[in-house]
Structure formats: C-alpha cells, structure tokens
C-alpha cells in the first residue's frame, strides 16, 4: 500500500464531504493513510468507509490522536461548527503538535481567529485553500493556495503530494485565504461581465457560436470566461453542479470584506455581490452560477441615451 511521498502513514481526519471534501478525502485513503471522516449527513461518508476510512460521529471523535486535520466547508459557519464546541476538532486530544488544516473558502477575519485558537491549544495551524472543480480534487491535481510558516509547509508537503500537483506559499497564515478571496473576487467580476455581455449580443442579434469562438479566442478569455461560455449557453444549469451561485456570491461577499479591510474602493467587486445576489432575489441559488445568463436575460432597463 502507498503511503505519503516520505513514505511515512499519517493518522488525518477529514472534515467535511461535499464534492471537493470527498474526493480529497478518497486520495487521503488512497495513499495509504489512516483517515477518519466526518460529515454533517453521514451518508455522504459510505463511499469513504468503503474505501477504508474510519466513518466518525463527531469532529472531535474524528480528530482524536489525528496528527493532520482537514476542513473542507462551504462557509465560516460551517468551519466553526467543525472546530469549536463540545464537539468541535479542537475540543479533544489532538496528537502534539497536530497540523490544522482550514482548506474552505472562508472569511479572512475567520481565518485569523481560527489561527488563533488552535495556537492557543498547541496545534499548528495552516490555511490551504483550494482551486480546481470537483474532478481535480478527485484526481489530485489541486492547486493548494497556502499560508503558513514554512517548516509547516515542508512537514505537509508530502501529504499534500496525495491531494495537489502544485503548492503556492504566499506566506504566513492567512496569506493563502486572502489570495484566494482576491482571485474568487476577481472571477466574480468575469463571470457578471460575461454574462452581461452575452445577453447584450444575443439583443444584438450576434451568431452566438461565433461570439463564443471569438471570446474563447481573444483577449478576454480567462480559464473563467472560456468555461462559462458553453455552460451559459448550453443552459443546462441544473444539472453537474460544479458551483452554485450560493457559494459565488459567498466568496465574493467574503472577497469584498477583505478588500474593504483593505482600504480598497473595489467597486467592481461590489457591482459583482449585487449581481450575483440576483440568483438568491430569484429563488436559483442552487443552481450553478451560470445561471446568471437566465436572470439578465429577464431584466431590461427603460429607453436611454445610450451609455447611461
């Protein structure tokens, strides 16, 4: 059986099996870990179990004699829930000196509280955000946006060999969570502005095919832009959710936290929570946020002078 890149079984707990969560979790096991998981729906831990992880009722029972522990969650909610209380992660006996790894999207003022109640019970924390959809995550091609000291780095690197292909270290703890925010902010902002651009060349009566080709082609075609095209147009944004528009709109809501802590006038960040909070406003949150074409589409502005 594989174990990490040293060689070495490591006891990991594994908090949180949503489609990111779940699949990092099975490479977890893969490699020969001894992983135990918990997740708020326990049935989402059956596939786990069969692949050979310990299924736990609590994040505490997960957690106990751990020495690496995983969060993979939607929101800060969802990570406090995962730490804190009676039967949170840093309530019971993790192994000393165990690693605390925050891999969710989470707010940047979460982040530094976090750090430092685990600092407070003696565990090394570690934020570790994540990119990739939930097929990387299962094939271990992540990119892993860290924040940490670097002798925490080095010690997880072979651990993270199981989960990611490559590891970015911006820095100290928070320093991952906060390029993160950054860049989903950032996406935020082009996926608003394709879909409003799409809508205007659809009533503009464009080859849509042609303006997906020349989209894909030029200068504005980011990773983001280039996948967004088809799923917008294809429509089908009910179905292989990758990521819903409830979680866009969370990110760039913690985005927008950040850079308004900052100082930063980011006004384009704000137009981008606006727009998104259209899909929540319209009962389509859950959808995946190509959605977003579906509702412009039904929003019209009177007669104007044109550009205002």
């Known amino acids: 059986m594989a174990k990490d890149a040293g060689g070495t079984a ?3 707990a594994f908090l949180g099996l949503g489609n990111m969560g779940a699949g990092m979790a099975a490479r977890l096991v893969a490699a020969g870990h001894r992983v ?3 997740n ?3 049935r989402r831990a059956a596939p786990l179990a069969r692949l050979g992880a310990t299924v736990a009722v609590t994040p505490r029972a997960a957690a106990e004699g751990a020495e690496i522990v995983f969060s993979m969650v939607g929101d800060d909610a969802a990570s406090r829930a995962m730490w804190l209380g009676r039967d949170g992660a840093l309530a019971g006996a993790l192994a000393r000196k165990a690693f605390a790894v925050e891999c969710s999207t989470i707010s940047h003022r979460w982040v530094a509280d976090l750090a430092a109640r685990a600092a407070a019970r003696g565990v090394r924390f570690v ?3 994540v990119t990739g959809l939930p097929d990387a995550a299962a ?3 992540l990119t892993l946006f860290v924040g940490a000291a670097k002798a925490d780095l080095e010690a997880l690197r072979p651990v993270f060999a199981a989960i990611a292909t490559e590891i970015i270290h911006f820095g100290p703890v928070g320093a991952g969570n906060a390029y993160k925010l950054i860049v989903n902010l950032m ?3 082009q996926i608003a502005a394709l879909a409003e651009g799409l809508v205007t060349a659809e009533r503009a009566g464009l080859d849509m095919k042609k303006v997906a080709y020349a989209l894909c082609k030029g200068g504005s075609a980011s990773p983001q832009v280039v996948r967004h095209v088809g799923l917008m147009l294809k429509g089908r944004h009910d179905r292989d959710i990758a990521f819903s528009g409830k979680w ?3 990110d760039a809501t913690y985005g927008m936290r950040l850079a308004r802590a900052m100082g930063v006038d980011a006004r384009l960040g704000a137009d981008a929570v606006r727009v998104f909070a259209l ?3 319209a009962g389509v949150e859950l959808q995946n946020e190509s959605k977003l074409i579906d509702v412009l589409r039904q929003r019209r502005i009177g007669s104007t002078r044109a550009g205002e």
Do not use: C, N, Q
């Open 279 to 281: 899909l929540t406003e």
């Open 10 to 12: 490591r006891t990991i």
């Open 36 to 38: 135990a998981v918990y």
């Open 40 to 42: 708020r729906t326990g």
């Open 127 to 129: 934020d570790s955000p």
């Open 139 to 141: 094939g271990g091609r």
């Open 187 to 189: 996406g935020s902002v």
């Open 248 to 250: 866009r709109l969370k």
